[in-house]
């Protein structure tokens, strides 16, 4: 029998890159342990429950918000029917209120913030002999005396260890993420990475990323595999970017890659390099049309610095995405407006452009400022999922609990009725 079901959230054709690190850490330091992945497609409370009924007696699970309501639904029928079981939670949906959590919610045991790798098997150990201290496990937060307590963690993740790629079946996936760095120098007020990660760049050295390449190669046997560079700032650092491209080039590793990019860091020379080297894919976060919220929410860039880099970028790599965001709680119609126009004239250039309400996230700048003005309701757009798709006890859930869901909740702007009816005009095209 194992010590731990170790359990996490199935997207697409993507490997569970945090579960495969949790599951060296886990070999690593003996733990016995299951790990099963759930997929996201139709998901209920119903069909998770079941798929988690059969677990062993400690049950560690990661999740992202958009699984959040669903999962804590799921583990509160589990608890019931087991009240011996030990549940810990993990990862970006339950970190920002782990504390929240365990205040409200007594099926839940443990939440582990920041890096897992080496946290969880200690924890383990701790339960399995039934120890009662756990002030020197990074990032654990718990209960003690009816206080809870919230240790120290890790802002970069352990980057001495590669995941457990030997757990996951070949051919199964067909694309893999590999973090160079971790930490975002720059202040964009609408997002959460810079207090989250921190603003320093922790660098990976760059030969432990190509041997990690040439592993995922080697152990999965396939020569179409995506390699999916997942940093916040991958082009920040010009000269280590050419460096990485130069030893792909150099070890003969012919592989497609993606990564993200940075309207004020892309430029002609590096991305025809990145393009010889297999980069078929990069990403830009725009955020909108208007200059008037790249201004406020500190971005760097214009929009028409952005659709020149957006069509140079399209010259070499062959998947441009361009990603905006409507809903500011300051954007006026004209804004959006200006959004819908820049879209449409990136579309007649053929890059891809994804349209997001904003989704207000509890360090950032925006949030602090605006989240007493967070609103809900069960038919509007929401960035994380459809609401009006969700089981009635998960809104029930929702709706009572905005400091740990507040995800599911948007902002108001004044002029948001004629911001909304010219979304869904543009929708209809």
């Given amino acids: ?63 992202m918000t958009d699984m959040l309501p669903y999962l804590m639904v799921s583990l509160q029928k589990i608890k019931k029917r087991f009240p011996q079981k030990t549940i810990i939670l993990g990862g970006t949906g339950p970190a920002p209120s782990a504390e929240i959590i365990l205040k409200r919610f007594d099926f839940i045991d443990f939440i582990i913030k920041g890096d897992g790798t080496f946290a969880l098997p200690s924890l383990i150990k701790a339960i399995k002999n039934r120890e009662a201290e756990f002030s020197d496990i990074r990032g654990l937060v718990y209960r003690n005396k009816g206080k809870i307590v919230s240790n120290p963690y890790d802002l970069y993740p352990n980057n001495r260890i590669s995941p457990a790629y030997h757990r996951i079946k070949p051919g199964e996936y067909d694309e893999y993420t590999v973090n160079t760095s971790w930490g975002c120098p720059h202040n964009c007020t609408f997002c959460d990475s810079r207090p989250m990660v921190g603003r320093k760049i922790e660098y990976r050295d760059l030969s432990d990323i190509i041997e990690q390449i040439k592993l995922i190669k080697k152990l999965l046997k396939r020569k179409d595999i995506i390699i999916h560079i997942a940093d916040e700032a991958f082009l920040e650092n010009r000269g280590r970017v050419v460096r990485f491209c130069y030893l792909l080039k150099k070890d003969k590793i012919n592989i497609r890659w993606t990564c993200y990019g940075r309207i004020d860091r892309a430029d002609k020379d590096l991305l025809e390099i990145m393009s ?15 200059n008037r919220i790249l201004e406020k929410i500190k971005k760097g860039s214009t929009i028409e610095q952005a ?12 998947t441009v995405i361009a990603s905006f965001i409507f809903r500011y709680p300051f954007e006026a119609h004209r804004d959006f407006i200006q959004t819908l126009s820049a879209i449409r004239y990136l579309q007649s250039k053929n890059i891809r452009c994804h349209l997001y309400p ?3 996230v509890s360090r950032s700048q925006i949030f602090t400022r605006y989240k007493n003005d967070l609103r809900f309701s069960s038919t509007a757009p929401c960035a994380i999922n459809i609401l009006s798709d969700m089981p009635k006890e998960c809104i029930a859930l929702i709706k009572s609990n905005k400091g740990i869901f507040y995800n599911y909740f948007y902002y108001h702007p004044p002029e948001l009725p004629e911001i909304m009816r010219a979304f869904y005009k543009f929708q209809s095209y």
Avoid: H, W
Wanted: glycine letters at 8%; proline letters at 4%; a negative charge.
């Fill in 1 to 63: 029998m194992a010590d731990l079901t170790l359990v996490q959230f199935k997207y697409n054709d993507m490997a569970p890159a945090g579960a495969l690190y949790l599951a060296c850490g886990l070999e690593k330091e003996g733990v016995d342990f299951d790990l099963k992945l759930y997929p996201v497609v139709n998901i209920d409370p119903d069909r998770l429950y079941s798929f988690l009924n059969n677990s062993e007696k400690i049950l560690a699970i990661g999740c």
């Fill in 276 to 290: 010889g080297t297999g980069c078929s894919k990069i990403y830009y976060g725009v955020e909108s049309g208007s």
């Fill in 307 to 318: 659709i020149e880099i957006l069509i140079l970028s399209k010259k070499y790599i062959e």
């Fill in 358 to 360: 904003l989704a207000p």
